[in-house]
């Protein structure tokens, strides 16, 4: 029964493992994601800003209040990037001590069945 307990506490450890590497690649994911949409963000402003520049010399009438809006969100957007691409570094280096965890883990409970499996046959 001891056996039993034993190989079940590694199992539900190992599932444990699973589920955290599950969840920090979704949370890497979720970081990639947002870090990409605020470079989408910032080409568009990009874009805007051009269109005001182009109708103002053009035109000759001043849209300057906008573009320092638009400029301010830029910086804004671009502090955001280096925060996200930190935490995303940070959750990156955690996620893999986590897979030799669950490697090392996978091959202790392959070993125990094992050894269980050949103590059933005696």
Request: hydrophobic share 30%; charged share 25%.
């Amino acid at each position: 029964m001891e056996a039993f307990n034993e190989i079940w506490n590694n199992l539900t450890r190992a599932a444990n493992d699973a589920c955290a590497i599950v969840n920090g690649a979704i949370d890497t994911a979720k970081i990639r994601m947002q870090i990409c949409d605020r470079k989408t963000q910032i080409k568009l402003a990009y874009r805007t800003l051009g269109e005001y520049v182009y109708r103002d010399h053009a035109t000759g009438s001043d849209s300057g209040g906008q573009c320092r809006t638009i400029i301010a969100d830029i910086d804004r957007w671009q502090m955001e990037i280096e925060a996200l691409e930190r935490i995303y570094k940070q959750a990156d280096a955690q996620t893999e001590p986590k897979n030799q965890t669950q490697e090392q883990t996978s091959t202790c409970n392959q070993a125990q069945q094992e050894k269980q499996g050949s103590e059933q046959a005696q």
